[in-house]
């Protein structure tokens, strides 16, 4: 067993201008540098972010600085820090985020009970520190009870990991897309034999207007599909074991259609945005991005999405079997609806 407690691994891209906050967090805390590693992957930034981290490596020989070869976004970042990881348990931070000392009763209580996952009470707050959403402070016994495996946070910071657990998973992040990271803890959570809850506040999210994750493209569009076609693939296989009584435990079927609904949301979602894209060609870029990774007519034609997709249905039928007049058909409507906005604005 590693004799390091943990292993911090932040996955940045141009992240000059937030990264000292993300690494200071880290070093304020009462572990002691024996105890843990961060482990710092660079995604090819085009900042000086990689020089601000050098610099930190003078003062602190534990942190380890990856570099990319190429821009593969987060998922990859983390899956590279997982593979060199040293400590007996992971904690994901962004690297415009920060932990506060909480986290470390988390890293302690994980430790005393041989937990798989620990969760921890985390806060979203904007970029001048003012908080806008509080996680609820449900104790995690109760949310147990009422469901085994309670969906808490979908995002991978909100967990202690232990690194054995994650290896033998091996279920790892997606990479070159966005949104990678629902799917990836949802696995896990139905894995987990052993969790706990510590209700002390350990992670502060910041909330930045303009990021990718928030904006409208066609790789964020298309990547809301992608990730609905992978959580309704983890929906299969769940449903699978508890048809043949391989998972039997309270709350399972209700943890299955529970994902089987964020595969819906999501692919649904990617739907909606294509009305939202700047041009006829972006609309193209949408659909290449997607067909380049899944088959959306097995998609659409899984009777499992079409009874939830209803509206959607016919065109989508008619878009998967003749893709360019899918196409054909987001553009008119896209154009019309610019039309609209120039008309009523005059």
């Given amino acids: 067993m590693s004799s ?8 940045s891209y141009n992240s000059a201008h937030t990264v000292k906050r993300s690494l200071d967090s880290i070093y304020a805390l009462s572990l002691n540098s024996s105890e843990f590693e961060v482990i710092f992957v660079d995604d090819c930034s085009t900042d000086n972010t990689c020089d601000i981290v050098a610099e930190y490596h003078t003062q602190h020989p534990n942190i380890t600085l990856l570099k990319q070869p190429t821009n593969n976004r987060q998922g990859a970042a983390r899956n590279k820090g997982m593979s ?23 890293i302690r209580l994980a430790k005393e009970q041989n937990t798989d996952m620990t969760v921890f009470h985390f806060v979203n707050a904007n970029e001048h520190g003012i908080i806008t959403k509080e996680a609820d402070k449900l104790s995690f016994k109760e949310e147990q009870e009422q469901n085994k495996h309670s969906y808490w946070c979908s995002a991978p910071w909100g967990y202690i990991y232990k690194t054995a657990f994650l290896q033998k998973v091996n279920y790892p992040f997606a990479e070159g897309a966005l949104y990678e990271d629902s799917d990836f803890v949802a696995v896990h959570l139905y894995y987990a034999q052993r969790m706990a809850y510590s ?6 999210a910041y909330y930045r207007e303009g990021s990718t994750t928030h904006s409208t493209s066609y790789k964020n569009s298309a990547d809301y599909f992608l990730l609905g076609s992978r959580m309704l693939a983890f929906y299969t296989i769940i449903q699978q074991d508890i048809d043949s009584h ?36 972006e609309i193209v870029r949408y659909y290449k991005r997607i067909d ?55």
Wanted: glycine fraction near 6%.
């Fill in 84 to 106: 060199v990881a040293k400590g007996e348990y992971i904690c994901f931070v962004d690297s415009d985020d920060a932990v506060t000392e909480g986290i470390v009763a988390a």
């Fill in 246 to 281: 391989k998972r039997t435990d309270e709350g399972i079927q209700q943890f299955a259609d529970g994902i089987l609904e964020g595969a819906i949301h999501n692919v649904t979602m990617s739907l909606k945005r294509v009305f939202k894209l700047n041009s006829p060609p």
């Fill in 292 to 346: 380049s990774h899944v088959s959306r007519y097995a998609i659409y034609t899984d009777p499992r999405m079409y009874k939830y997709t209803y509206g959607w249905s016919k065109i989508a039928h008619l878009g998967i079997r003749y893709k360019y007049l899918s196409i054909l058909i987001n553009s008119c409507l896209l154009v019309a609806y610019q039309l609209y906005v120039k008309l009523k604005n005059h």
């Fill in 199 to 204: 209700p002390e506040l350990g992670y502060i």
């Fill in 4 to 11: 390091m407690l943990v292993s911090f691994i932040i996955p």
